[in-house]
Structures are given as C-alpha cells and as structure tokens.
C-alpha cells in the first residue's frame, strides 16, 4: 500500500466551516467540543479504508454538508408535530423534537409521570448541570467519528432520569420539518436508577425529497437491576443520510433490551456500543433493516461483556429489494475477566432480487477460557421450498413472498415486550411490503 | 465450558519447549552481502543463471517495494524488521553444482535424516509400498539441494524441478503463469518475494495426467540472519490432477528470521489440486524470544471449469504467522476448500484464514477452521467470502470454531462475508449444532451423544484430507487431527 495523504473533500472542508460559524452560538463548554471537532479533523471523513467504515464510505456518501437547523419558531414546531406520527398508537408521554431542537411547549413539565425528571440539554449545557458530567464517552464511541461530530456540534436533547418502575412509555419523538434540507445533532442521556424500569420509544421521521442529515446519540446508563426496553424506528424520508449512536452503559442483574428498525433514509448508520459491568445481566440487541432502490444501510455494534456471567444476544435481520446494500458488522468482546460469558451473535439477509448486496462481519475477539460466544452469518434468497408450499395452497407469489418477509422480520420484532409498540412495528413492516407490490 | 484434559495434554505436548527440530547444521555457505539493493537483485539472479526478463521483473518488483507499507491490519505486533540487517542469499558450498545426491554435502543429508525426509530414492522404493511414494524436493536457505523421482516424473510428462531451473528450461511457462495468481504489486510481502525470491517448486501436470505419486517440498531454514523467499509455482492442466505437500522447519535462535513465500495455484478446466501444509517453522521460546516471522501468500486460481483447489493446513510453528490461503473461483462449477487447524502456544501469534472469492456461475467453497491457543498466545481467523454480481448460485459453508486453554491468550474471529447475488447461499457458523441437521440427526439415532456426533461430522472433513498426508510429514497432524474441540467457543 502506498502512503497517501487524503485532500480534503468539499464536506470535509465545509463541515470545517460550518463549525467556525456555529462554534460561538452553541451552548456549553466550547473547549470540548473544539477538543472534539479537532480530533474529528485530524482524520477526516471516514473511508473504506478505515477497518470500522469499510462498507459504509461516508467520504464518498456524503457529498455536501446541509446547514446546520436554527431553532424552529412555535408554529413551525407545532406545524411539523402535527403530521403523521410514529408509535401513534402507543399511549406514551411525548418528548418532541423538531429539527434536533426540544419543542418545550410540547411537554407538561408539572405532570411528567412519577419517576421521571427531564433537563432539556440546552439548557444544562449552558448552566452546567451537574448530570453533564455523566455524558462522558464510552469505550469504542470516543474514537468514533460519528461520535465526535455529533460532540462537535450537539445543539440540543434532553437529560431523562428515571427513579422506579415507570409504566408509561417514553417516546423521543424526532421530526425534521418539511420543505430545505438540514443537518441536525441531537444527544440524549438516559440514565436509569437501580432496580428502575423504563420503556423508550425513539422515532425519527422526516419528509421524502430533502437530503436531512441528523446525527442523533443516545447514551443510557443503566444502573443494577434494571429493565431498559427501548424500541427505535427509522422513518426518515427518502434523500436523508441518518447517522446515530447508541451507546449503553449496563448495571448487574439487568435486563436491557433494545431494536432498531429501519423502513427510511437513503443512507444510515446506526452504530451501537454496549459495555456490560456487571454480572448476570441480559443483553439483547436486535435489528429489522428493511431496503430498497439504492438505499445503504449499515448496522454497526460492538458489546463488550465486562464482568461474570453475562449474556447476550445480537439478531440481525435484513431485507434487500433491488440494487440496495446492507451491512452488518457485529463484534463480541470477551476480555479475561468474563468467563462464563454466553454471546450468540446472528445476522441474517434476504436478498430478493438481483442487484442487491449484503456485507457481514460478525466478529468474535476472546481472552476468557469458559465461554460460549457463538456467531452466525447467512445471505441468500427466499427459500424456494417455503415459496412453493405456499404458492400450491394459492397463494399469489408476491404474497408469498411478504408473508414469508414477515415472518423473517418477525423473528427480530417479536422481541419488543410493548405490545403496542410491537404492533406499530409490524404494521410498518406491512406498509413496506405493501409498497413494494 | 473450558477445554478438555485430553485435548489440553495433547496441546501441551507440541509446546514451544517441545521442538525437536531445533538443530543446526555445520556446513560452508555461501551468502550475498548483507541487506537489499539492486545490486543484491542482480546478485541472486546472476547465481541462478537467469535470463534477462527475470532480472527485469525482480527489478520492477523492488522499485514498486520500494514505495510500499508494511501491512499493520492483522493482529499480530512485533518489533520493525530491519530489512537490510538481512542476508537474502545464503547456500551451501557446492562447487560445481552436484549431479546427483552423491556429491550432496553429507552433512545436509544427515540433516534431511534427522527430520524424516527421505531423499534417496532408493531407499524409499525399498522400504515403502509404491503407492506411497513421495517426491521431495528438498530446499535448503536460499537453494534447492536435491529433487527426487524427477526422471519417473517426466516420463508421466510431469515437470517437478526447482523453479531456478525451471526458469532456464521452460521459460515460457512460467512467463506465462508467474505472477498471474499472485501479481507482482500484490502485497508489501509478495513483492518483496518478487524481488528476491531465491527458489520453490515448479510443477506442471500436462492435460489428463493423474500425477502419479505425491509431490512435495521440504523447507528448511538453517543459516542465521537469513531470510528464506520460496516460490511456488503449480499449474494443472485440463482434467489433470495432482497432490502436493509442504513441510518446514528451522533451528532454534534467538533471532527472528523472515520468511515470506509466495505459492500460485492454477487449476484449469476439470483439473483439481490438493496443497497440504505441515508448518512448523520454529515457535521462538516460551518468552517469546527469537522464531520465524511467516509471512506467506498463497492463492489458488481455479481459472477451469469444474476445476478444484483444496488447502489444507496444520499450523503449529512460526513465531508470526500471517497467511491466508485463498481460493479464486473464476470457472464456472468451480470448487475451493479450505481446512485448517492452527494450534497456537508460548507466545505465538497467528493470524490466519482464507478467502474465497466467486467469480463464476455455480461455485462452492467449504471453510473448516480450528484455532486452538494455549499459553500467551493469539490466535485469529480472518476470512472472506465473497460472491460478485455474475456468481450466480454461488454457495458456501463456513464453520470456524476455536477454543483457548487458559486464560492468558486469545481466540478471535474476523469473518467477512459479502455477497452482490441474490441467488447465492452463503452460511457462516460456528455454533456446530447447526452443521446439517440431517447427518447429526442420523449420527445422533444411531447412538452418538450431540457432541460426538458433532465431532464426528466436522472431523470428517478434515480427517479426509489429513490422513492423506504422508507419516513422516505429518505425525503432529495425526495427533491434532483428534484433538476434541469440547469446550470450543465459536
């Protein structure tokens, strides 16, 4: 390999200026996110050749940078919540968003459900809240590029502390207004309690035909004994490059499940980073990706099994219609320390036409002599066999086929304990095979 | 679950401290000056008597180095190579060249003696039945210093000769084949074996020719601060086939010694090769002091229709090991497998794997690996599977299990699968309950436990092709071919 250095590329150059303009008007710690913005800049826009971006090259992907969303006045923000809405049929309390900023109104703050305190973050980074000192990266996220740019230009979110067992769910309700393209950076820190429980709905939607950029980060720690179900929907419209981060910290003898379902956006990336501190906790972390045309989608998770006795499960679902690509690209670690580790790691594709594409990268990296980690990868096309059965009982091929995507999907949604939210789910997956006949 | 005591005994018995093939041999050699340059290039073209496009290729080869990075990607960490603290030409005395085995110094026979590698024809007629036989081309450092059977091999139209001398008598073979597996700009390491490769095996199986006995070649490192630049070069012609065994070992130091080959498989229409590997270059001590740096590139061409490549790898040595055989199915029909057990202890590290790319219609690969670290060692398989948009009914079956005894080392698994066609079948597992329902279903009715049955199934692949390889190569790889992986963590 020859030694080459990189020229800038227009985004590169333009995310540099867009970070002298917005450096002054952000709120909190300038210092760290300078901090941030270099550690950025130092590399660039990460490309194939960097082992963690090799399938999803956002040097070549993102092309031009949209400008960055000011705040949206009262009626914009009221206009853009008052469309069609994700999870509408899960009763849940709303913590709205438009275009990455907190729509305050929007929340009753003398009413929140028991257990649940909410800081908008624009407000704690401008007077120093003291849970900010809780936002610090994790393992893997700090060096990630995403990451950093979502650091360098965070303009707003919120800070939600749960205390006890909360049995309405919280939806993070996330919507770009229609009309020019924006970028947006969004940070949410969740931080549960021991022995709390919590469901968290995220969805983020957005209009067909403006090329939106948000960059959304959601960091939970979770502390012992605790229950985190968190469900999130992809709805972005269909020019969007979304790329966003979960980042988990897990307490012992929890239970933290979470699934993100992509049915939008032309490119994403949802990049996930779980670090499981102590013992006998259950991780699941699932995904339901749902492509086609030429949209790119890549699942990227990394879970680090920390402490005795801990289990997890990673189940990937992808479906790939015409010439779109998937990516998935999972890694277990196992350091030393964590024996009695059980990991089982699986990513799944169907490609259902020519053209399509699947890149998997199940990875294993274990120090630890008694475990279990297993990983799985498999791509192919619908089983000609289940096609078959079902088409001699009269079924038309397309429907077939959907019902058999279903059922594929399923297997990754029937995970969400919400049943409403799970219902929400699959209707989505229904609209999409709907679309596609 | 943690290793059995059985499969730990036995991992134990092939320790660091156990090498047996530690030993140097006193002989005269004859080396080039320290270090690389031009002048080296034109040096070690200049003894194998080569024409003038040889020494352009090499030439072209060191420019195009000159301009490349070390690879810094596997998993492996070792201190900078010094490439010019580094003979790239060391032989023995032999002035002139001997005719036959006779003029050999007899110190290298002893030498081929003590590590079973028989080399004298004779000999082996008498004591083996014939079907048995083995030609062994023997290398030593930089040189190849006998062939055997290569007469009865010609008469079977099959040429098997050092690839020196390959390059004097049929130049037009191998301009047309080398480099075209393994180009010249490969690698930092293949173009490296580009510029200075000393000498290897050349075989060529003419059409329809079953070879008919085993070929093989024996490697041995024995002068100090050498490096060894074998080349490889086998071609099978349409509907031929042919079988062919590596062996290597090396003294004990303190140093590290270098050893980056490059081996080229060309399978054309129906012609099938089998490549085996027993590498047990030595390990370096239980502190990790000195043993070879195994930097190899190999890769099969199955450029034929219905043509077949098959690697199979017992990996016990090399203090580094960086290799991955691969497998490019470009003929429609076209078969690639790969075995491997790869047993890593002291503080050895391997980073290992392969790759099978399908290119053409109708392709299938089969991935078998083990890894096994014990001790301070690390053990990675890295493999890639891919199927481009024409690979049509592509199909492949990975199964990659590892297990670690103690918890001082680490197993790791880096698998890339990527597939551009609809139609291709690509599985990759490591949890073993899941190798084909029906066989464990059918092991399991005649009375076999899961994990028997399991055992039974995944050593079936392996021990098909393992229990072809010759005793005197291989009585590690019997062994290890046993050794239960209960306990193994995908």
């Given at each position: ?45 990460p490309h194939r050749r960097v082992e963690e971006f090799k399938y999803t090259d956002l040097r070549a992907l993102l ?83 995403v ?87 992809n709805?972005e419209?269909d020019?969007a490059l979304a790329l966003s ?14 699934i993100n379902v992509v049915a939008g956006s032309a490119t994403s990336r949802h990049q996930v ?12 972390v699932n995904g339901a990706t749902m492509l086609k045309g030429t949209q790119h989608s890549d699942s990227t998770l990394v879970v ?8 997890s499960r990673e189940l990937f679902k992808t479906v790939i219609d015409n010439e779109a690509t998937g990516v998935f690209q999972g890694k277990i ?10 990991g089982r790691m699986m990513s799944a594709a169907l490609l259902l036409e020519e053209g399509g594409s699947m890149n998997n990268k199940p990875e294993l990296e ?7 980690c297993a990983h799985g990868a498999t791509c192919g096309q619908l089983d000609e066999d289940l096609l078959f059965y079902l088409m ?5 091929k397309k429907?077939a086929e959907s019902l058999l995507v279903q059922a594929f999907l399923g297997e990754s949604i ?14 989505t997956v229904?609209?999409w095979l709907?679309a596609r006949s | ?70 690879p810094?990607w596997a998993r ?105 597996v393994v180009p010249?700009?490969d690698n ?77 498989l060309?399978a ?29 590139t190999k890769r099969g061409d199955c450029r034929g229709k219905n043509s077949v490549i098959t690697w199979?790898q ?9 290799k991955y055989p691969s497998c490019i199915l470009r003929g429609d029909n076209s078969r690639g497998e790969f075995y491997s ?10 980073d290992s794997g392969t790759k099978m790319i399908h290119l053409g219609k109708n392709t299938t690969s089969r991935i078998i690996s083990k890894g ?8 990675t398989y890295r493999g890639l599977v891919s199927a481009h948009r024409k690979a049509t009914g592509a199909r492949n079956f990975t199964n990659c299990d590892s ?9 790791h698994t880096v698998p890339y699968i990527e597939s551009k066609n609809a139609t291709a079948v690509f599985e990759h597992e490591a949890t073993t309950s899941k190798i084909s329902e029906d066989q ?17 199934i995944v050593?079936?692949f ?28 995908g």
């Amino acid at each position: 390999m020859a030694d080459v250095t990189l020229m800038k590329t227009p985004a590169e150059t333009a995310l540099v200026q867009a970070f002298e303009n917005a450096r002054t008007m952000l709120p909190g710690n300038a210092e760290s996110r300078a901090q941030a913005f270099e550690q950025f800049n130092a590399r660039g826009l990460p490309h194939r050749r960097v082992e963690e971006f090799k399938y999803t090259d956002l040097r070549a992907l993102l092309r031009e940078v949209a400008p960055f969303a000011g705040v949206p006045t009262a009626e914009e923000a009221k206009a853009a919540l008052g469309g069609s809405k994700a999870f509408a049929n899960v009763a849940a309390l709303q913590v709205p968003f438009v275009n990455g900023h907190f729509v305050r109104e929007a929340v009753d703050f003398a009413n929140l459900p028991e257990g649940i305190e909410i800081v908008p973050l624009r407000e704690a980074l401008a007077s120093g809240h003291e849970w900010l000192a809780k936002l610090s990266p994790v393992p893997w996220a700090s060096d990630n590029p995403v990451y950093q740019l979502n650091t360098s230009f965070m303009a707003d979110g919120v800070m939600i502390r749960v205390a006890g067992s909360v049995e309405t769910p919280v939806h993070l309700r996330f919507v770009t207004a229609a009309g020019s393209a924006v970028a947006t950076a969004t940070r949410v820190l969740v931080v549960v309690e021991n022995d709390a429980s919590v469901t968290l709905l995220e969805s983020h939607e957005s209009g067909d035909g403006a090329n939106h950029q948000p960059n959304d980060v959601v960091e939970m720690i979770a502390g012992d004994r605790t229950n985190v179900q968190h469900v999130r929907l992809n709805a972005e419209g269909d020019k969007a490059l979304a790329l966003s981060t979960l980042a988990a910290k897990i307490g012992a003898e929890a239970n933290f499940n979470s699934i993100n379902v992509v049915a939008g956006s032309a490119t994403s990336r949802h990049q996930v980073y779980a670090i499981l501190n102590g013992e006998n906790t259950n991780l699941r972390v699932n995904g339901a990706t749902m492509l086609k045309g030429t949209q790119h989608s890549d699942s990227t998770l990394v879970v680090e099994h920390n402490a005795l006795h801990c289990e997890s499960r990673e189940l990937f679902k992808t479906v790939i219609d015409n010439e779109a690509t998937g990516v998935f690209q999972g890694k277990i670690i196992v350091p030393h320390h964590a024996q009695k580790t059980d990991g089982r790691m699986m990513s799944a594709a169907l490609l259902l036409e020519e053209g399509g594409s699947m890149n998997n990268k199940p990875e294993l990296e274990i120090f630890a002599d008694d475990v279990q980690c297993a990983h799985g990868a498999t791509c192919g096309q619908l089983d000609e066999d289940l096609l078959f059965y079902l088409m001699a009982r009269g079924l038309p091929k397309k429907e077939a086929e959907s019902l058999l995507v279903q059922a594929f999907l399923g297997e990754s949604i029937e995970f969400v304990e919400n049943e409403d939210a799970r219902e929400a789910l699959v209707a989505t997956v229904e609209g999409w095979l709907k679309a596609r006949s | 679950m943690p290793a059995v005591q059985e499969t730990i005994d036995q991992v134990r018995s092939i320790d660091v401290d156990q090498y047996k093939y530690g030993f140097e041999t006193e002989v005269e050699m004859e080396k080039s000056p320290k270090g690389l340059s031009e002048d080296v290039i034109r040096f070690i073209s200049a003894k194998k008597g080569e024409p003038e496009w040889m020494l352009q290729w090499r030439l072209d080869a060191y420019k195009r180095w000159l301009t490349m990075k070390e690879p810094n990607w596997a998993r492996v960490s070792y201190d900078k190579i010094d490439y010019n603290d580094i003979y790239y030409y060391a032989a023995p005395k032999m002035n002139p060249a001997p005719k036959s085995l006779d003029e050999v110094d007899p110190e290298i026979l002893k030498t081929y003696e003590k590590l079973g590698i028989p080399l004298r024809e004779q000999e082996i007629l008498a004591g083996v039945e014939p079907q048995n036989r083995v030609a062994v081309d023997a290398v030593f450092d930089s040189v190849s210093v006998a062939t055997t059977f290569k007469e009865e091999l010609k008469k079977a139209g099959v040429i098997f000769m050092p690839i020196s001398e390959a390059i004097r008598e049929y130049p037009d073979l191998v301009k047309q084949y080398l480099g075209s597996v393994v180009p010249v700009t490969d690698n930092f390491f293949a173009t490296l074996n580009s510029a200075v490769f000393t000498d290897g095996s050349f075989v060529y199986i003419p059409p329809g020719v079953r070879c008919p006995m085993e070929l093989s070649t024996y490697f041995r490192i024995n002068e100090k601060n050498t490096g060894q630049f074998e080349r490889t070069l086998i071609i099978a012609d349409k509907g031929s086939y042919v079988s062919y065994l590596e062996g290597c070992t090396a003294p004990k130091r303190d140093e590290n010694q270098l050893h980056a080959a490059v081996v080229e498989l060309i399978a054309l229409d129906d012609a099938e090769i089998k490549y085996s590997t027993v590498q047990n270059w030595y390990p370096g001590d239980a502190e990790g002091r000195g043993g070879i740096y195994n930097f190899v590139t190999k890769r099969g061409d199955c450029r034929g229709k219905n043509s077949v490549i098959t690697w199979t790898q017992v990996e016990t040595g090399s203090a580094i090991t960086w290799k991955y055989p691969s497998c490019i199915l470009r003929g429609d029909n076209s078969r690639g497998e790969f075995y491997s057990i790869a047993v890593s202890n002291g503080m050895q590290q391997v980073d290992s794997g392969t790759k099978m790319i399908h290119l053409g219609k109708n392709t299938t690969s089969r991935i078998i690996s083990k890894g096994i670290a014990a001790g301070k060692s690390e053990n990675t398989y890295r493999g890639l599977v891919s199927a481009h948009r024409k690979a049509t009914g592509a199909r492949n079956f990975t199964n990659c299990d590892s297990l670690l005894i103690g918890n001082q080392c680490g197993a790791h698994t880096v698998p890339y699968i990527e597939s551009k066609n609809a139609t291709a079948v690509f599985e990759h597992e490591a949890t073993t309950s899941k190798i084909s329902e029906d066989q464990m279903f059918y092991c399991q009715q005649r009375g076999l436990s899961e994990e028997e049955a399991t055992a039974l199934i995944v050593n079936g692949f392996v021990k098909d092709v393992l229990q072809q390889l010759p005793m005197e190569f291989a009585v590690e790889a019997q062994k290890l071919i046993s050794i239960s992986l209960e306990g193994s963590v995908g």
